[in-house]
Every structure is written in C-alpha cells, then in structure tokens.
C-alpha cells in the first residue's frame, strides 16, 4: 500500500508542478500577482511534494523488519 | 508521449483546430489568444495528466515513474519561451508588429491601384445613428448644423499584383448608404473582395450635428467632429481622434497608436489595448479599463475618473488640472480627491491635491506637495524614497517612516525623529489632517514646500507690495 502511494505521490509531482506553473503565469497575465513575486511558491509546492513523497516512504524502510514489507 | 496517454492526441487535436480556426474564420485575433491563454495549456496537460494517474491508480494499473517525462519538461520549457516571448512583445513593446500588419507586409508585395468612389447622399432624420461597418481604412466624420442628409465620398485603394484584379475589385465594392429606420448603415462592401487582394478606403462622411456614430474597423483611423449624439467605435486596430462630441463615447480597441478626445459632454468609456491617450475638457465620468504603454494625458475631467490598468489603478473625484503617466512615472497637478492610487513600478509625483490621497507603491520614489490646504494622506511604498513638502506652519499630524533606510527631518519642529533598529520615524505635528506615510525601504524626507512650489488658493499668501525697481 506504502509502495502504491509512494508511486502515485513520486507520479502526480509533475502535473502538479505544471498546473502551478500556468496557474502562476495566468495569474501575472489577468493581473492579480506578477509572476516575478509567486514564483517562490513553486520552490515551496516542489519542497512539500518531495516532504510527502519521504514522509511516504519512511515507514517501508522501517516496517521492513518484523511485520511489512513483504511488498518490496 | 507516454504509451496509453490521451495527452499526445489532445495536442494534434489543438494544433490542428488552431490551423483550420486561421483559414476558416481569419479576422479572429488568434495570435493575441494565444499569445494570452497559452498558460491554460499547461493547467490542462498536468489536469489531464493528474486524471489519468488517478485513474490508473484507481483501475490498479502500473503507475510511471515520473508523471511528466524529462522530454516532456523539455516542451513545457519550450513552450513557456515560445507564449513568454509573444506576450511580451504583444503587450509591452512596439517594434512587434501585430497580426493583421504581417498580413499586410505580405500583401505590400503586390501594387495599389487608386479608384474614386462615387460619391452618395441619403436624407435621414436630425438625430439617426450613423453605422459604419466591417470598416478598413480612414474615415473621417463630421456634424453640419445644416445637414438633413448623410453624405459619403472618398477614394478607395486597392493592392493588387494585376490592375484587372484592381478594377474586378473595386467594382466588387461600392460604396452604398442603406437607410434602416432610425439607421443610416454605411457600407463599403470591402469584405466581398477575395484574399488576394485588398481594400481600404478613405472615407469622408458629412452627418447632421444631432446624430450618433457607430464604427466598427478592421483596421484605420476614426476621426469624428462635431456631433451631439453618442459615439461608439469597435476596433482591431485603430487610431481615434474626437472633437466636440455631445454625447457618451465608447472605445473598445484591441490594439491603437492613439486615442485622443477633446471636448466631450458625455461619459468616456475606454477598453482594450494601446500607445497613447489624450483626454482634455471633459465633462462626464471617465473609465478606462484596458493597457495602454504609451504617454499619457489626462486634463481638465470635470467628473470622477476610474482607471484600471494592469500596471496602475488610479482614481479621483475631478482633475481641474492634469495627470501624465508614462512609461514608469506618475505625475499630476491639482487634482480634487478622494485620491486612490495603486501601482507597480512608478515614480510619482503629486502636487496641489485636496481631500484624501491613499497611495499603494510597490517600487519607486514618491513625492507628493500637497499644497496649502492639506489633506488626509495615506502612503505604503515597498521599495523607495518619499518626499513630503509641507507649507509653513500648516497643520497636521505626521508619522513617517522606513523600516530600512535613512529619515531627514528638514522642516524642523514641531517634527522629531525617532530612530529604530535599522529605520527611523519622524513624527509630531500640531494636530490637524493624518499624514501617513511609511516604507519598507528606502529615505524618508519632510520638508518646507517653497515659494514656487505653493498653489494660488485664496488663502495662500500673497506678496503684499509689488516689487518696485
């Protein structure tokens, strides 16, 4: 279950990332927020993307041991 | 493309669609569209994308490693730097020519032939609504007190690669008024003419002074004088001049050099793109919504404007005297509040202002000279200096300050400075109109407005003799 999520969290970053991105660059075009001052929401997005994909991940590294982790 | 993925499909779809909008119906703007609406091309992809994922996951079928592959990144790149760059020069700058005017460097391969159009003359009532239609070329449009008719003459000039062509042409477009009830349609004809060539005209058309213009162009200039009803004009690309006009105007243009109005009874109304504007004497409300980079010029507006621009928003009560914006400044004198002004990047200079000015500044250096009477101001600057002048001994409360960056107190007392960790506050006053004024960073200086700098109210000093030599 761990691993299938770890998947799907790793798969979903790059839409994600990419629907940030236009929404960004629309917004700057409308004229809400420049794009010169959001971009740093992208870093961020990317940072906790990443922070789930570990946060995910952990507990297979660790139930490997007694009980999980027949799946790897 | 990944393998099962409706991405690749949906793309040859929309490239195709784009193709076929450009030969089936040429007089949209697709170039703006795109040059708009690209990023909503990415909100799909990755929405599509993250469906597809979802479902795979769901049906418990392989997920991919990556949602969007490296290649794909590589397009996304490609097509940022692509939408980047026709937003910009389609928006910001003037050397990119838009893109009927590519349609025209391919057109100025050919010849033009120059024809006369027979002039025409139909009665219609003092107060009938003139229509121009489906209009390219110049038109000029003026009221006769004595008019009962409208009158149309001009030239017409056709490009062509062969004078037969030319004549089949001009014979194909002639000129007509088509009388419709209240209606006087003026009607070129211009769209019956093939691809291959092209006309444009020059129109002049005398109306009675009583009636309103409507004017929709594909291209040209509309010049209107002297009417008493309302104007209304439609544009792809157009130049407007106005002169004495007594009713409402309204300008929808999606690309212009020049809007200028003078003299206008009624309310002004202005959307889409453009270079310059010049308003002058009038005298119902103005609004403008819609980009304008050029030089700016707005004087003697004896109603409220509103503003909106993408860069700066700027309302006011009335503006006895005037406002210029250009590219990154701001600078108005006498001007009657509530003031709100909100903008980007600018430097802004304000003199002789009443009422209350609220003025939000992401970058840039302010100064403001209220002038004699003072009224309530309210500045928040990000990045910049500010500068207050203050007549001698008026009354206010003031509080200035930066968060980083230097304050000189050159007006003296009543104020004191109070220094911070890396700013400072000048503060005091004995009691009067908020004066407000802080920012993130950048100096602080208030000081004593001069002579010069002081407007002729009623209660400001006067020199008591005249200088005798």
Known sequence: MNDTSYNLIQAVRGPIMLIALGSLVAMDYFGVYGFGRTWPILIILFGVLKLLEKAVARPVVQDSGPTGGSAI | ?469
């Open chain 2, 1 to 469: 493309m990944r393998r099962g993925s409706v991405i690749g499909p949906l793309i040859l779809i929309g490239i195709g669609g784009l193709f076929l909008m450009r030969n089936l119906w040429p007089e949209i703007p697709l170039v703006d569209i795109i040059a708009k609406y690209w990023p909503f091309v990415l909100i799909a992809w990755g929405g599509l994308r993250l469906i597809e994922i979802l479902m795979w996951a769901i049906m418990s079928k392989p997920i991919p490693r990556n949602g969007i592959s490296g290649g794909e990144w590589m397009l996304v790149f490609l097509i940022c730097i692509v939408g980047g760059t026709m937003y910009t020069a389609r928006h910001y700058t003037t050397w990119f020519p838009a893109g009927r005017a590519w349609h025209g460097v391919v057109m100025d391969f050919g010849d033009s032939f120059d024809y006369t159009l027979a002039p025409v003359e139909k009665p219609c009532a003092k107060n009938c609504k003139v229509i121009i239609e489906n209009f390219r070329g110049n038109a000029k449009i003026t009221g006769s007190k004595d008019a009962t008719t409208v009158n149309a003459s001009g030239r017409e000039t056709v490009r062509s690669f062969q004078q037969v062509d030319a004549d089949k042409a001009n014979k194909e477009t002639p000129l007509e008024l088509i009388p419709q009830g209240d209606q006087m349609i003026v009607r070129t004809n211009q769209d019956r003419v093939s691809d291959r060539t092209r006309a444009t005209a020059e129109l002049e058309i005398t109306v009675p002074i009583g009636s309103s213009i409507e004017g929709h162009g594909r291209y040209g200039d509309f010049d209107v004088q002297s009417v008493n009803g309302t104007v209304d004009i439609n544009s792809d690309n157009a130049g407007v001049r106005l002169e004495a006009i007594g009713g409402d105007v309204r300008i929808d243009l999606r690309k212009s050099d020049i809007i200028r109005a003078i003299g206008v009874k009624g309310a002004m109304d202005l959307k889409g793109y453009g270079q310059d504007v010049e308003l002058q004497n009038i005298d119902g409300q103005v609004t403008v919504a819609g980009t304008y980079t050029g030089q700016i010029q707005l004087s003697n507006l004896a109603k409220p404007l509103r503003w909106e621009d993408t860069q700066i928003s700027v309302s006011c009560e009335k503006i006895p005297g005037q406002i210029h914006m250009g590219l990154g400044e701001f600078s108005a004198d006498n001007l009657i509040g509530p003031i709100r002004l909100n903008a980007r990047s600018r430097d802004i200079q304000i003199s002789d202002f009443t009422q209350a000015l609220d003025l939000t500044l992401e970058r840039g250096n302010v100064d403001l000279r209220p002038g004699k009477s003072l009224p309530k101001i309210e500045v928040h600057s990000r990045s910049g200096d500010l500068e207050l002048a203050l007549a001698e001994g008026s009354k206010f409360d003031l509080k200035a300050s930066t968060d980083r960056g230097e304050v000189h107190n050159d007006y003296g007392e009543p104020l004191r400075v109070e220094e911070t960790s890396r700013g400072a506050t000048i503060v005091g006053g004995s009691g009067g109109p908020q004066l407000r004024l802080e920012t993130d960073r950048g100096a602080v200086t208030v000081r004593k407005a001069t002579a010069d700098e002081l407007p002729n109210l009623p209660d400001a000093p006067k020199p008591t003799k005249p200088i005798k030599q």
